[in-house]
């Protein structure tokens, strides 16, 4: 991603790391497919419990990302983000 923070320009790559042997072993598909599933599953935990509302539709950018990203690593699946 790029922009501007504090006045000045950034550009930061965030990732989700996924074992691929790990997905394969437990749930039978790559670790593409079970992000492209988990993602959305634990995305409504922060929507159930109130952190995240809103009216209409949405998309993931009208969020405060840090309760999904919290979620990520509580169910042990660790994210990162490098600063380029």
Do not use: C, I
């Not at 790559?13 to 497919?33: F, I, L």
């Not at 990203?69 to 042990?76: A, F, R, V």
């Amino acid at each position: 991603m790029k922009g501007v923070k504090d006045g000045r320009p950034r550009e930061v790559h965030p990732y989700h790391v996924v074992d691929n042997e790990w997905s394969m072993k437990e749930y039978g598909s790559q670790a593409v497919v079970w992000q492209t599933a988990f993602n959305p599953v634990v995305a409504l935990e922060p929507l159930a419990g109130g952190a995240w509302s809103g009216t209409g539709v949405l998309g993931p950018e009208a969020f405060e990302a840090r309760p999904f990203l919290d979620l990520l690593t509580d169910h042990g699946t660790p994210w990162g983000m490098r600063e380029q």
